[in-house]
């Protein structure tokens, strides 16, 4: 009987510990490999593939379940940290591919699909992540041979962008004509 208390003890310690190291979190940036277009948290929490630089809004943190490096099937999250802080996922969500507050919820999980130059994704339901014609928003597709196929890039840099001119119609650092 000491034995198996011991052995049970043992074993639920090594899976706690494991199950406890394995999941590991990134912040990357998703390029469609085929447009070189960055996968955008764009509003009302919808996603699309329209940035060609790495921005704020192109910034996202995924989460592997087992850790490592993504192998195909590892169940993966996707989080994305709005400006104010408050924290989305990706989600199936219907026929948009959008982001949601509850990170608990099966629809924000995707299963990994390795490609030859990247990666795609799988939603709970079966279907694959897509940018369906004539749209640069995401999708689906029960086709996998349709899937985007994304390049993973691991700690991204925020590009600068140029100066925007003021609402004014006056540059930054110049002063506006007095009346």
Known sequence: MKNTIHLITTVTAILTTS?????????????????KRYVTAFRGNKMNVTAS????????TLIDANGGDLADGDDVQIKYVRPD???????????????????????THFKI???????SLQTAS????????????????????????????ENPMVE??????????????EAKAAD
């Open 19 to 35: 199950a406890m190291a394995q999941t590991s979190e990134k912040q990357v940036a998703l390029r469609w490999a085929a447009d």
């Open 126 to 153: 079966g279907k694959f992540i897509a940018v369906p014609p004539g749209t640069k928003d995401l999708g689906y597709t029960a086709d996998a041979s349709q899937a985007v196929v994304l390049e993973v890039i």
């Open 160 to 173: 600068a962008s140029e100066p925007k001119p003021a609402a004014s119609g006056t540059q930054p650092g």
């Open 113 to 119: 699909k390795k490609a030859e130059k990247g990666i």
């Open 53 to 60: 630089k790495i921005g704020p809004d192109q910034l996202l």
């Open 85 to 107: 802080g408050n924290i989305t996922y990706c989600w199936e969500n219907g026929d948009a591919f959008a982001r949601t507050p509850k990170g608990t919820d099966p629809a």
